[in-house]
């Protein structure tokens, strides 16, 4: 059995790993030491992904640990940020190295594929859970908030919605390949730090898609200090999502289902081709969805008997 330092230097700490721009000091010391790029501004954010709650346990690992990540850096696309740096914590039942060796190759290859070098970390034993701390750079004064929207602002989302819930459905309906899209979606999220890049000096305002469209437009919306009109036949509905579910849980599932890491962003209409030429190039779609409003509250959205995004304590935590 390897000690807790052999599975660090195993699966955690590669020395590939430490040799990231701006690493002054990578694992190993009591602290990583960063050397934040001037004139940058660093952003950073953190998120828990538990068994159960987040992922399924049996999911493939180098799913869990590709996802774990891409849901952490998509808060960076958000916002517009270059990710550079990530710490993770994990809690692990037992050692399982071939489970570790997956986890592993998922974590490092996307950390490779965006740029970020893992600098530091945490392994504990429990419940399967896995904590990425994510630290990206943007220049200062331009990264895209929530709170710069404006009515007549044009609303626009990157790639697909409605894949979360419909790759749930498809999990828990037993379906197993990784090459459908549904799952795809829900297992291998990717996150939006090119498009976020390049939208960044074009929209007003962005939010990444994770509890629900409606739920985080409902948060752009009030911190921008509007309403909104949503157009829900210009959804981009997730392949395969409308014959798994039928087309009114397909429209649900992208207005309510969670869990798409897609980027919502309000833009001057003006903007809007430059926009969408800039992603093309980078073979992503932005599809105009809807506009921002003077008047506050959402609307032309159908009811839906299921809440509106996903709370972990909806009644409050005490
Ligand atoms: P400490 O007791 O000082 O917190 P640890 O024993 O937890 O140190 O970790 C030893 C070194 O290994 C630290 O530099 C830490 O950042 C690194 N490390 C621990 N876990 C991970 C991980 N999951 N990923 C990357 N680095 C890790
Ligand atoms: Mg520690």
Redesign the pocket.
């Known amino acids: 059995m390897p000690s807790?330092?052999e599975l660090?230097a195993r699966y955690?700490?590669l020395p590939c790993q430490a040799a990231g721009q701006g690493v002054v000091l990578g694992?190993?010391?009591?602290c990583?030491l960063l050397s934040p790029s001037p004139g940058s501004t660093l952003a950073v954010s953190v998120d828990t992904s538990v068994a159960e709650v987040h992922f399924p346990g049996d999911a493939p690992a180098t799913a869990i640990g590709h996802r774990a990540l891409a849901v952490a850096l998509s808060d960076l696309a958000a916002m517009g940020a270059r990710a550079r740096w990530c710490?993770?914590?994990?809690t692990l039942p037992a050692v399982d190295e071939t489970w570790l060796e997956a986890f592993s190759a998922g974590f490092h290859t996307l950390c490779r594929r965006s740029g970020v070098a893992?600098v530091?970390?945490?392994?504990t034993r429990g419940a399967l859970s896995v904590a990425v701390t994510v630290h990206g750079e943007v220049p200062v004064d331009a990264a895209l908030r929530r709170d710069g929207g404006r009515p007549g602002d044009v609303l626009a989302v990157t790639g697909t919605l409605g894949g979360g819930r419909g790759g749930l459905d498809a999990w828990q309906a037993g379906l197993r390949d990784l090459d459908d899209p549904l799952l795809r979606a829900y297992l291998l999220p990717e996150p939006r730090l090119a498009a976020g890049e390049a939208l960044r000096d074009l929209a007003h305002a962005g939010i990444d898609v994770s509890d629900g469209l409606l739920a985080d437009l409902a948060h752009l919306c009030q911190a921008s200090g509007t309403g909104a009109v949503l157009d829900t036949t210009a959804l981009p509905l997730t392949a395969g999502l409308t014959g798994r579910l039928g087309e009114a849980d397909a429209i649900d599932a992208a207005l309510r289902g969670g869990d798409d890491y897609e980027l919502l962003v309000a833009l001057p209409q003006s903007s809007l081709d430059r926009a969408r030429q800039r992603l093309a190039a980078r073979d992503l779609a932005l599809t105009p969805i809807g506009h921002l409003t003077a008047t506050p509250g959402i609307t032309g959205v159908p009811a839906s008997s299921r809440p509106s995004g996903w709370q972990h304590f909806p009644g409050g935590m005490t």
């Open positions: 807790e330092f660090i955690f700490a694992p190993g010391d009591d990583a710490v993770m914590a994990i893992l530091g970390g945490d392994v």
